[in-house]
Structure formats: structure tokens, C-alpha cells
């Protein structure tokens, strides 16, 4: 079975620019996760979301950042514009809320770098 | 609120000798889960185990074990006869069990490395 897919690998941009990073989760899981590592705060939840609906986002730095979720199958996280300070890894999660009992499943992550 | 706390950043061992990474958590729910994650070199982060706050036996998985204590908050690991392909960062992790807020709340996570 596929894992939890995300695309770009890893993103190049300059300061100012718009970043989109996109997550597939597990097909069948109901929940998925945004978070973001680095290397000061270590991993952060930025927003998760249950049956596509956004649960809670009080981890999401600021308005530069957004995050959708159209549909089971896709999740979109954009900055814009982007900063420095942006730079770090973002990963995507997916789980499925079974029997009160979920586990995370992780993606390989993005690597962002802004210039 | 939730907290993991990983006390040991870096640990450093021969291989095959054993090693045993620490975890202590704070929670007021009474029911939760607890979680191993590692990430290797490569980045990705993977899951090694689950275990909910009911459940206080411990867990064998070939080379890997896991002790849960409530009593004293503690999930360790135990890696028996380690490896070099166990060199990593290992994160604990927990989560409470309340229906619609399966937030993890990671520790700063142990960077082991396995010297050959």
C-alpha cells in the first residue's frame, strides 16, 4: 500500500515568493496532520484536520500560512509570501480515528528553503 | 496541557551493546496514547509502536522493547544489541484519546548513534 505522499521533496524560493506543498494521505484514513520541524522548536503541529474539515489551526504561525483540504484525498499548505524563517522541514500525516485508537503515519516531508 | 520530556539529547554507544532511551510525559487526561517514532538519516519519520494508558505490559519486538510505567510517567525504549541501521533520532510522543483531537505532542526527541 502507498504511504502518505508529498510533493516537493524539496522546495527552493526566494524571499516573497508563494510556496504551495502538497500532501496525498493513506487512502481511507479520516485525519491529516501538518507539521513542521526544525531544528529550535523541533516538531510543531501547524493544523490537522478530520474528515477534511479543519479541526484546529492554532498552530499555524501566522495568515501567511493556509492549508485546505478540498477533499479526502488532498491537502494543500501555502505560505505567501514566504520568509526565511520559513525553512525547515514540513511533513503531512494521516491516521484513521478507529475504536478511539489512531496512529499517525507520516510522510517523507518537504524540505523548504527560502533565499 | 500535554508535555514530553526526552532528557537525553545524544547518546552514543558500541554496537552491540544495549541502550536505553528515556521518556516521561505529563497529561491530566486518563486516557492516552503513547508513541515511538524514529527518524533516520534520511528524514522520514517512522512509527515503531502504540500504546494506550490501559495497557501497562510491556512490549517485546525482536531487538526492541518498551517499558511503560504509570507510576512514573515513563515509555522507555530499549534497543537490545544495537546496530548501526539503529542510528537515528527517536521521538516519544502522546496524544490524548478524546474524539476529534488526536493532537501529538512530540518530545525534542535522542539522537542515537550506533558506533560500529
Known amino acids: 500500500d502507498a504511504g502518505v505522499i508529498q510533493s516537493p521533496r524539496h522546495e527552493v524560493t526566494e524571499m516573497g515568493q508563494e510556496v504551495t506543498l502538497r500532501c496525498k494521505p493513506i487512502s481511507g484514513h479520516n485525519s491529516l496532520f501538518w507539521y513542521r520541524q526544525t531544528m529550535m522548536r523541533g516538531l510543531e503541529l501547524l493544523i490537522y484536520?478530520?474528515?477534511?474539515?479543519?479541526?484546529?489551526d492554532s498552530g499555524m504561525p501566522e495568515d501567511r500560512f493556509s492549508a485546505k483540504m478540498p477533499n479526502a484525498s488532498f491537502s494543500t499548505l501555502k505560505i505567501q509570501p514566504s520568509e526565511p524563517r520559513d525553512s525547515a522541514v514540513y511533513f503531512c500525516a494521516s491516521s484513521l480515528l478507529e475504536d478511539d485508537q489512531e496512529t499517525q503515519y507520516f510522510g517523507p516531508g518537504t524540505r523548504l528553503l527560502v533565499l | 496541557a500535554q508535555k514530553v520530556t526526552q532528557a537525553q539529547t545524544e547518546i552514543s554507544v558500541v554496537e552491540k551493546e544495549d541502550v536505553t532511551l528515556d521518556c516521561v510525559y505529563e497529561t491530566r487526561d486518563t486516557t492516552y496514547y503513547l508513541f515511538w517514532y524514529k527518524q533516520p538519516p534520511s528524514g522520514e519519520l517512522v512509527f515503531l509502536i502504540r500504546?494506550?494508558?490501559?495497557?501497562?505490559q510491556n512490549e517485546i519486538s525482536g531487538r526492541y522493547s518498551w517499558n511503560f510505567q504509570k507510576s512514573t510517567s515513563s515509555f522507555n525504549f530499549t534497543i537490545t544489541a544495537s546496530q548501526v541501521v539503529d542510528s537515528a533520532v527517536y521521538f516519544c510522543?502522546?496524544?490524548?484519546?478524546?474524539?476529534?483531537?488526536?493532537?501529538?505532542?512530540f518530545g525534542t526527541g535522542t539522537r542515537l548513534t550506533i558506533i560500529p
Open positions: 500504546r494506550n494508558s490501559f495497557d501497562e
Open positions: 510522543a502522546l496524544s490524548a484519546s478524546n474524539f476529534g483531537n488526536e493532537k501529538l505532542t
Open positions: 484536520f478530520n474528515n477534511n474539515v479543519p479541526i484546529d
